[in-house]
């Protein structure tokens, strides 16, 4: 038999012939690869109307049987192959429709990712240490966590002086009760206890690192902050060597033709004591808003070391002399690029510090 003629076979059965009307429908109406899938389901599933009708076969008298077998079984295949053809059809316009929405523009750059740079305080603390590297100076540092003998007494701080107060300083309460005087240095200062104590003269040393105020964050204040401290111990140094390094230093860190100027002040751990300026490397000299209008900017403080320090460290203040300065990191770099607020430096957002 042709299919053709199976074909008018099947429409003419009652029962086998409106499975065949009905799944050519199902068919046709299938709009996606969805509902050709609920067709297979409705005809030949488990329960499907077709697989309830093979399963029907069996039971009929012999002679029915054959004829029934075989056009059953001729619609089920013809079925089976029209929802794969359909089927095919439909998943192949699917995946196209799919393809033209979602275009994929290969020559299309990349997104780059943000990438970090050295901290503009990291790097000014490197150009400050290479300065004094070159002038012979050796880099040292000291703890953070200090012991009130090394960040006041030893530098001649008395116990009646404003910086002790609790309000300054950040002090550390320690379990077990064995020290009773830590906190967090205020200065960078006691290191220079911490290395004269080690070593004996000469020394020239610097040493940068954090230090801690309990003040509130503004535009010029922030409770950790980063100083570079400086100490040189020799045979008959005097303030003149103080002044000629720190002019050195200034030139190199602002500029050739910066100038200094010293303004008496007072230290406990210096005699004489100065403020040192610079002068303004925005306007030149001639007043402008970074310098508030004086031509003059402070950049540290300094001094030639008070002999009750030697004597806490057990050196001779007969013997030896020495200068000594302290300088804010943070200060150096706002006047150095104008950044007009501290509070920049530890937003860590790289619009910002990838500008250095
Ligand atoms: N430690 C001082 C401060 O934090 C700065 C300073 C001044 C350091 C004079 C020195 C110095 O070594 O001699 O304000």
Redesign the pocket.
């Known amino acids: 038999m042709t299919e053709d003629e199976l074909r008018e076979e099947i429409s003419a059965d009652p029962e086998l012939g409106t499975i065949y009307r009905e799944a050519s429908i199902a068919l046709e109406n299938a709009a996606d690869s969805s509902a050709i899938e609920s067709v297979r389901v409705d005809f030949l599933g488990r329960k499907g109307s077709l697989s309830a009708l093979l399963q029907g076969i069996k039971e009929l008298p012999q002679d029915e049987r054959r004829r029934a077998g075989r056009l059953g079984n001729y619609l089920k295949s013809w079925l089976e192959r029209s929802l794969e053809e359909k089927g095919n059809k439909l998943r192949r316009q699917e995946l196209e429709s799919t393809l033209s929405q979602q275009r994929l523009d290969i020559t299309l750059p990349g997104r780059s990712m943000p990438y970090g740079t050295r901290h503009l305080l990291s790097r000014i603390i490197e150009e400050i240490e290479d300065i004094f590297i070159g002038m012979g100076y050796r880099v040292v540092e000291g703890p953070e966590v200090e012991l009130d003998y090394y960040n006041f007494e030893a ?1 001649n701080t008395p116990e009646w002086h404003p ?1 002790k107060s609790l309000s300054d300083t950040f002090y550390v309460d320690m379990p077990g009760g064995e020290y009773d005087d830590v906190l967090l240095r ?4 006691p290191v ?1 206890i911490r290395v004269m104590e080690t070593t004996p003269p000469p020394l020239y040393v610097i040493s940068p690192g954090k ?1 801690y105020r309990h003040d509130v964050p503004d535009a010029t204040h922030s409770p950790m902050f980063h ?1 570079v ?3 040189a111990v020799d045979e008959d140094i005097t303030l003149g060597d103080l002044k000629g390094t720190l002019e050195h230093f200034a030139k190199r860190m602002f500029g050739e033709d910066r100038s200094v100027r010293f303004r008496p ?1 007072f ?1 406990p ?2 005699e004489p ?3 040192v300026d610079v002068s303004c490397n925005i306007c030149g000299g001639t007043g402008c808003r970074v310098c508030k209008g004086t031509g003059w900017l402070e950049i ?6 008070d002999p009750n320090v030697f004597e806490y460290v057990g050196y001779d203040p007969e013997a030896i002399s020495g ?6 990191v943070e200060r150096i770099a706002l006047l150095k690029y104008g950044v007009p607020d501290i509070r920049y430096f530890f937003d860590n957002d790289l619009r910002l510090l990838g500008q250095y």
């Open positions: 530098l910086s205020t200065q960078t200062s220079q230090a100083q401290e400086g100490l002040h230290f751990f210096t004591s100065a403020e540290l403080g300094a001094g030639m070391v200068f000594a300065f302290g300088m804010g």
